[in-house]
């Protein structure tokens, strides 16, 4: 399916995925596995994969005992801001919500800018700025937090994945499947 660190992963990996979801509830509204689309539906799903077993990699390279990460939904703004790829693997995987948590948790807003957000809603700033008490703050905190996260994943993945012909990005120009044209 892919390389990580220049070890291959499995395609079984994708395969049991894309299994998966041709038995569940969405099974009717999939694309057939040899259209164009099904073609991009296992490129994307290949992204996921590759997205979690980077991370659950990650984990074991830093051998940091992180607490469970809960799975709570991502509005639509959020993913669209960090992609799709990695808002279904935030959405699926307890170690990518883990990791995410891991490498963003020294984000900070400086008060500045929390003061200028408190301003523009009509709140009072918060007495500590690591401290999030209200939902505004927090909500701020968590969309720098899932930037963090994405900019990591998007240098790790740069660094350590690489793709095999056939599963390539599906919004890679290059390969014969992409959907977008001009």
């Known amino acids: 399916m892919g ?27 999939l694309p057939r596995p ?69 490498v963003s948790q020294d984000v900070r807003i400086p008060r500045a800018q929390l003061e200028y957000a408190a301003d523009v809603l009509g709140e009072e700033p918060p007495d500590d700025p690591d401290v999030a008490v209200a939902h505004w703050h927090a909500e701020l905190l968590d969309s720098a937090r899932l930037e963090s996260f994405a900019r990591w994943l998007n240098a790790a993945t740069h660094e350590r994945v690489r793709l095999v012909h056939g599963l390539e990005h599906p919004g890679d ?10």
């Open 3 to 29: 390389y990580l660190n220049d070890r291959p992963v499995p395609r079984a990996l994708l395969d049991e995925r894309l299994a998966t979801l041709r038995a569940s509830d969405v099974a009717c509204v």
């Open 34 to 102: 040899d259209s164009r689309e099904g073609r991009q539906l296992a490129r994307w799903v290949a992204q996921v994969v590759l997205t979690e077993q980077l991370c659950i990699d990650e984990l074991a390279r830093r051998e940091a005992v992180v607490p469970a990460a809960p799975a709570r939904p991502l509005d639509v703004s959020t993913a669209i801001a960090v992609g799709s790829i990695t808002a279904a693997a935030l959405t699926a995987s307890e170690p990518v919500r883990r990791l995410a948590a891991l």
């Open 173 to 182: 120009s290059s390969q014969p499947d992409n959907l977008h044209r001009h």
